[in-house]
């Protein structure tokens, strides 16, 4: 315990002298976050309750967030909130279906011994629930992206607010092209690191490069990273393009 509060301590005074009120914004977000995930996960299981619709109101709180609270309310933020809204209900629709067709809905055989003495008739749907899973995963990185894009294509708006919607379009596309390689490369170490262990474990249970392949586990894992990259690449022509149409109609 103290430990975390001395690394808290730490993250707070650095976030406040280099990113000043923002900062100190960016740090408390991260606490309002974590209460968005705590009560959503109380409610999942709530009986009435559609996981899949509360993951959405999830993703709307959070990016929320992540853009109105930390950023302010501005033209960058709203079309960056638009964009990752619309991202992440075409990408739940998407990952729905992939979840249910590649059955990795559940517990593995690996996590069966640690799990045999609770009962696993808790009375939902294992397949919302991989999807809601997924989807939350991704949604940080896709709000990082949206406003990775829409940010510089208002300040290219405003420093020459007679380009045309066509070519402000493109802009935005450019600037998506250099984010897309780090944004998929950060997530794909983020979710490896965050699972070397299971890594380990498969090198230590003997299992060969098929059983890691056809592992429930490992395949979940791999599909999240996919979805994730998918999101992250799919919200930059949305924001691209939203992000033109609302700035040059709002010059016209």
Known sequence: MNVLVVLASI????????????GVR????????????????????APNINPITLTLIACVAIS????????????KTKTAFTSSIISTIILLFFIFFITDKAMIQGFGEEEIEE???FSLYIGVDFVKIGASV?????????????????????????????????????SGLNIGRD??????????????GGYLALLIWFKDLSYSVGEIVNSK???????????????VTLVIPITSWITAWFLVKGKN
């Open 64 to 75: 929320c967030i992540n853009l109105f609270y930390i950023n302010e309310v501005n033209s």
């Open 179 to 192: 984010i897309l390689g780090t944004s998929t490369n950060t997530l794909f170490f983020a979710f490896f």
């Open 11 to 22: 993250l707070f005074i650095l976030m406040t002298l280099i990113g000043g009120r923002k």
């Open 115 to 117: 799990l045999s003495i």
């Open 217 to 231: 586990i490992f395949s979940a894992e791999m599909i999240t990273i996919l979805c994730a990259g998918i999101g």
């Open 134 to 170: 997924i989807i939350m995963s991704t949604i940080g990185a896709i709000t990082d992206t949206a406003i990775a894009v829409s940010s510089p294509m208002r300040e290219i708006h405003y420093h020459n607010p007679q380009i045309s919607r066509k070519d402000l379009f493109t």
């Open 26 to 45: 960016s740090f408390l977000a991260l606490f309002f976050n974590f209460g968005v995930i705590i009560i959503t996960i109380m409610f999942m299981n």
